[in-house]
């Protein structure tokens, strides 16, 4: 698809996607790059615009991340943030200190709004700081934009190359008018046009999908959830009858899930599609027996997925093509998009074993964030409340059962988590949280039910409030609500005598357990 770009240049900070999706939102198209990436291939991609992210060293350190002076001169909009902006301080001959204070957290910042990058921004705003290094002094030719109480370049312009440095964090819902910078620096300083949008995305995708799979054969990972329905309307308008979707019912999903998937896609259901429903729930128990770490117990789900399809597809002839679900974020905490370290191996792409028997690799929602996709779906057509569906992991309840899967954790968790599911809506709660679940920890203590001493596990409730999923709250449940819940599983669930609530935010956490 032809389309303007911006580029994230990824220095290992927490932030990364947050940047891209952020600049996403001005109808900009945006992707993630390492900082190690090849300075012909940036200049090959024609970017309208350059971001520098966060990162968690010091610039000034031997063997630190850097970028080469070149990045700077190849006409092409350059904006630092944070990190970002001290390798561009410290690269074009400026001088980058340990700070006698260090600024963490809401900061009250002065702005020269005659800068094109605080245009429409009121002189005195609230942003996000986190930072132990400051800019002690700028490289030739730049000025101060922005100060605070304890840190003199705040902001820095070198207008005449376009060039800007914010210490700050523009992409985090903390800087009150962080997205009036950045929307100023896309769509203003690089001069975007605006034209990355869901209805040019789907009629593109569907064209592009055609002229790939021709007269092809497409088998699909269907799983239900949110990503691969979504893949699946795509790809049914582009090639109808030629895709088939297989449901690998691998025993680790929700309590009566399996059958609800069916009714939606398969014969009689809301979509005219091949549908093949594969039980393999003791398949994947026997592979699992034994295996406690989180990283194999997905890349072994992974791979059994790919076996499935592959005898799925002898079965029905000839397949060209292996379709999936796979998003950005997979691919970032995959660590394949950027800087940062592998957070979790997704089944769909870090999970996949190296030898796959298909042509090729079909991932029409590769390049989309979540909310992007939720989008698209409404924009083909897709029923609102399949849309709208809490996420739900491709490994499943093996990433919500902390330690080895066997076939009692898998029930104990289904039937707490449909209690929990149960009483949030009850609550009419299901609407205000974006995720919540019930997950299995691998805990087990002393409890006294019926005069007599127990010895079970522990269930942990999670539930957050996220835009993005990339960051995430634990939302504020009423006590009433989770003290019901608590009473319920203990008293419904065979096997719990515990139950916590996880208050963890993403980060350091992530909204998974494993």
Not at 114 to 128: E, H, K, Q, Y
Not at 181 to 210: H, Q, T
Not at 464 to 477: L, Q, R, W, Y
């Amino acid at each position: 698809m032809e389309k303007e770009l911006v580029i994230v240049i990824d220095f290992g900070g927490q932030y990364n996607q947050l940047v891209a999706r952020r600049v996403r939102e001005c109808n900009v198209y945006c992707e993630i790059y390492s900082y190690k990436t090849d300075l012909d291939k940036i200049r090959a991609m024609n970017p309208r615009g350059i971001i520098l992210t966060g990162g968690p060293n010091s610039c000034y350190e031997e063997n630190a991340a850097t970028c080469p002076p070149e990045l700077f001169r190849l006409g092409i909009p350059v904006l630092g943030l944070c990190y970002g902006a001290q390798v561009m301080s410290q690269v074009l001959g400026g001088r980058v200190e340990r700070a006698a204070v260090r600024e963490y957290g809401r900061t009250q910042v002065h702005v020269d709004n005659t800068s094109p990058l605080f245009a429409g921004v009121a002189a005195d705003t609230v942003c996000w700081m986190s930072h132990f290094d400051y800019i002690a002094q700028m490289a030739p030719g730049f000025r101060a934009i922005a100060t605070t109480a304890n840190c003199p370049v705040a902001a820095a312009e070198c207008r005449e190359q376009n060039l800007y440095a914010i210490q700050f964090h523009p992409e985090v819902l903390h800087t009150l008018e962080g997205s009036r910078m950045l929307y100023n620096f896309v769509r203003g300083i690089c001069g975007c046009r605006g034209d990355w949008r869901m209805d040019s995305f789907v009629e593109e995708s569907v064209k592009a999908i055609r002229e790939k799979v021709g007269d092809g054969k497409v088998l699909l990972a269907l799983s239900g959830g949110v990503d691969s329905s979504v893949a699946a309307g795509l790809l049914s308008r582009a090639i109808g009858r030629q895709l088939t979707c297989v449901f690998v019912d691998h025993g680790l999903l929700r309590k009566n899930e399996g059958d609800e998937v069916e009714a939606i896609f398969g014969e009689g259901g809301q979509f005219d599609l091949r549908f093949i429903r594969v039980n393999a729930r003791e398949r994947y128990y026997a592979k699992l027996a034994g295996v406690t770490e989180p990283e194999e117990k997905r890349k072994i789900i992974g791979e059994e997925f790919v076996r499935v399809f592959e005898e799925e597809a002898k079965k029905i002839g000839a397949v060209d093509f292996l379709a999936q679900g796979t998003i950005y974020p997979d691919v970032v905490e995959s660590g394949l998009g950027g800087e940062s370290a592998v957070i979790k191996s997704h089944h769909n792409v870090g999970g996949l074993p190296d030898y796959v028997d298909f042509k090729e690799i079909l991932e029409p929602l590769r390049n989309l964030f979540k909310d992007e996709v939720r989008k698209a779906g409404l924009e083909l057509g897709i029923p609102e409340k399949l849309v709208f569906r809490q996420p739900f992991p491709g490994p499943g309840l093996g990433v919500r059962i902390v330690g080895e899967v066997t076939a009692e954790k898998v029930k104990i968790v289904q039937d707490a988590d449909a209690i929990y599911r149960e009483e949030i809506a009850e609550a009419g709660l299901d609407q205000e949280i974006n995720q919540y679940f019930a997950a299995l920890t691998n805990m087990r203590s002393v409890g006294v039910m019926g005069d007599e001493r127990t010895y079970d596990y522990a269930v942990a409730l999670r539930a957050v409030k996220t835009v993005d999923f990339m960051t995430a709250e634990a939302a504020e449940i009423p006590f009433e609500v989770l003290q019901k819940v608590m009473s319920r599983i203990i008293n419904e669930v065979k096997g719990v005598n515990r139950v916590f609530y996880d208050l963890t935010s993403k980060p350091p956490g992530t909204i998974e357990m494993e």
